[in-house]
């Protein structure tokens, strides 16, 4: 699956989800739900997207002592953003509206990713 289907199923999961993007061998893409407007520009979404790779490689650094980590999440005052991990070293990260349960939207992203990518 390409990184444009995969990006629409994820958004097709769920309303409240307004961005995914996805990081995977070396490559960015991401995606915005139709008709609604990005708060950030396409430089600061691939700014946060390059810092959200080093986030996740300073989680796994701990992961044979607490655990490999499974997702993030950083509520901020609009938007809540989840990094999930994707294949041997990517990246998927979903930024939802706050009326939601981060907990669901995770299962379904995560479904999502492993019927394509595990």
């Known amino acids: ?46 700014n946060s997207l390059a810092e959200a790779v080093y986030r996740w ?21 609009k938007v809540y953003r989840i990094t999930i991990p994707v294949g041997k070293a990517g990246l998927i990260l979903v930024s939802t509206e706050l009326n939601v349960n981060v907990d669901e939207i995770m299962g379904k992203v995560r479904e999502t990713r492993d019927k394509h990518y595990q």
Do not use: W
């Open 57 to 77: 490689s300073s989680r796994k650094k701990t992961g044979l002592k607490i655990g490999e980590p499974i997702y993030a999440t950083t509520k901020y005052g």
């Open 1 to 46: 699956m390409d990184r444009e289907q995969f990006c629409n199923e994820i958004l097709k999961t769920d309303d409240k989800i307004r961005f995914v993007a996805i990081y995977d061998e070396g490559e960015f893409y991401h995606k915005m739900r139709e008709g609604l407007n990005s708060y950030l520009t396409r430089e600061e979404t691939e």
